[in-house]
């Protein structure tokens, strides 16, 4: 009886403490609900706030987005006083960044259009000491601009300088199909059987180039030509008449991505107005 009784309280105490009793399976939902909602919650917060690091940097005039990414992976850049390696890591609002021990911050964007003259080539700087367009902006900005794709030093025309590289890279990626209006002085007159070779597609180089639109120019000699591309390729107006036999002496972008040189003299610089950049930002 003895032996019992023992045997019916501890299988009474075995139940009181079984991990499957109702009293135990409240807390157990009520603890994995609790930590699932937590995990769940603080990555969301970190992904839709702040700027990547490398387009920081890119941002504050230091260098390339892709260059930034090298110079984080070999531990030249600091946020908050602490070493970051990550790429993808991402700068808040009120964060400190440190670039080579000195301190960053993202630049205003600039827009700046330039009507440039002969004679000048199209780069940051020559080596040979020739004359660049950046001479002609020099006092444009005090951020770091840069040109748009380019014009060869012979032609003359509309070129644009920014430290937008988003824009920059949308305005000279061949799938946006920008529009670029060249007025072009040739050798001698173009005739009409030559002129309709250039309607739609021709090919240069052994590569396909779409001509969108070829005329004379209303109320000048049968030299001078208006051709509209949106082809980046280097020279290639030059190569287009070339290729029917002409030579073009004088090359002059008149129309780029809908930006137009009224009122621009040769020589001379402006700010894009606020409509003319958010026409820019618009496009697909």
Aim: include cysteine; charge should be positive; proline fraction near 4%.
């Amino acid at each position: 009886m003895k032996s019992n009784r023992n045997s019916s309280r501890g299988r009474q105490e075995g139940k009181k403490s079984s991990p499957l009793s109702r009293k135990s399976k409240p807390l157990a939902r009520k603890s994995t609900k609790k930590t699932f909602t937590k995990i769940k919650e603080t990555p969301k917060s970190n992904e839709s706030s702040g700027i990547r690091l490398n387009k920081y940097i890119a941002n504050s005039g230091v260098c390339s987005r892709r260059e930034a990414d090298t110079y984080i992976e070999h531990g030249s850049v600091e946020v908050n006083g602490k070493l970051v390696t990550e790429m993808g890591y991402k700068v808040q609002p009120d964060d400190v960044v440190r670039f080579d021990g000195t301190s960053i911050s993202p630049e205003q964007k600039r827009y700046i259009l330039l009507n440039k003259p002969k004679n000048y080539i199209t780069t940051m700087d020559d080596d040979r000491g020739r004359k660049t367009v950046m001479e002609l902006v020099a006092n444009a900005s005090k951020e770091r601009i840069y040109p748009v794709g380019r014009l060869d030093r012979n032609t003359t025309g509309l070129l644009l300088f920014t430290n937008d590289g988003d824009l920059a890279k949308k305005l000279t990626h061949p799938k946006h199909n920008v529009r670029k209006l060249y007025h072009a002085s040739l050798d001698r007159k173009l005739d009409l059987k030559d002129l309709e070779k250039l309607r739609g597609e021709v090919i240069i180089e052994g590569r396909k180039v779409f001509i969108d639109a070829v005329s004379y120019v209303d109320g000048q000699p049968k030299t001078e030509v208006g051709i509209e591309i949106h082809s980046g390729r280097n020279r290639i107006v030059r190569k287009i008449f070339e290729h029917v036999g002409y030579k073009v002496n004088k090359l002059d972008r008149v129309i780029f991505a809908e930006l137009t040189k009224k009122n621009l003299p040769r020589g001379r610089w402006r700010e894009l107005t606020n409509l003319e950049l958010a026409n820019l930002q618009k496009m697909q």
